[in-house]
């Protein structure tokens, strides 16, 4: 796991009393607060697996977790996650000890180019517990249902705010479904 450096040379927090956890690893925020959250892990930190795609909120490629929900941090300030926990694509393994999805993600041909894979398999861990939650989607087709099957359909429902430009989407979901059947297993 590769963990948040503390602020690059010549970068202070003076007056910042802000801290966050970036992949369990205490960092102080700066004191400006228009920072994004996505500049502060690239910029400041130093993490570079967050991409910047559209910068709108529209492509996914920032995808990280917050305290385990997937957000987008091209729109989110830094300031606004004080006191939380943000996961990258870097807090989630290492090149020795693969999560499951990135496995899952080699194993499907889940990319191409591999420049939205990041925010693909971030916003599929954070999918994946929706699901073993009960969260339900758009396309859920029994609200009332104790356990929801992850179909195709609803995987690429759920997956619906991260785009790839290289059109890898069938191995993404065959890479999320490899993964979904265990996480449904385990609810059960």
Same mark, same amino acid.
């Given at each position: 796991m590769r963990v948040a450096p503390a602020l690059p040379a010549g970068q202070t927090t003076t007056g910042s009393s802000m801290s966050m956890t970036v992949n369990g690893v205490s960092v102080s925020l700066p004191d400006d607060p228009r920072v994004s959250l996505l500049d502060l892990l690239r910029d400041h930190l130093g993490l570079s697996g967050t991409k910047k795609g559209c910068d709108q909120g529209a492509c996914g490629a920032c995808t990280v977790l917050a305290d385990g929900e997937r957000i987008l941090s091209c729109l989110a300030l830094a300031v606004q996650y004080a006191d939380r926990s943000i996961t990258t694509i870097e807090g989630l393994g290492t090149p020795d000890a693969l999560h499951p999805l990135q496995r899952a993600f080699i194993e499907q041909d889940g990319f191409q180019c591999g420049y939205c894979t990041p925010g693909q398999i971030c916003s599929a861990v954070g999918m994946l517990d929706e699901l073993r939650r009960g969260v339900p989607s758009h396309v859920t087709a029994d609200l009332a249902a104790d356990r929801i099957a992850p179909t195709p359909e609803? !995987? #690429?429902? #759920?997956?619906?705010? /991260? !785009?790839? #430009?290289? @059109?890898?989407? /069938?191995?993404?979901?065959? $890479?999320? $479904?490899?993964? $979904? @059947?265990t996480v449904a297993e385990a609810a059960e």
């Amino acid at each position: 796991m590769r963990v948040a450096p503390a602020l690059p040379a010549g970068q202070t927090t003076t007056g910042s009393s802000m801290s966050m956890t970036v992949n369990g690893v205490s960092v102080s925020l700066p004191d400006d607060p228009r920072v994004s959250l996505l500049d502060l892990l690239r910029d400041h930190l130093g993490l570079s697996g967050t991409k910047k795609g559209c910068d709108q909120g529209a492509c996914g490629a920032c995808t990280v977790l917050a305290d385990g929900e997937r957000i987008l941090s091209c729109l989110a300030l830094a300031v606004q996650y004080a006191d939380r926990s943000i996961t990258t694509i870097e807090g989630l393994g290492t090149p020795d000890a693969l999560h499951p999805l990135q496995r899952a993600f080699i194993e499907q041909d889940g990319f191409q180019c591999g420049y939205c894979t990041p925010g693909q398999i971030c916003s599929a861990v954070g999918m994946l517990d929706e699901l073993r939650r009960g969260v339900p989607s758009h396309v859920t087709a029994d609200l009332a249902a104790d356990r929801i099957a992850p179909t195709p359909e609803e !995987l #690429r429902e #759920r997956m619906s705010g /991260n !785009l790839c #430009r290289c @059109g890898a989407h /069938n191995g993404i979901i065959a $890479a999320i $479904a490899a993964i $979904a @059947g265990t996480v449904a297993e385990a609810a059960e």
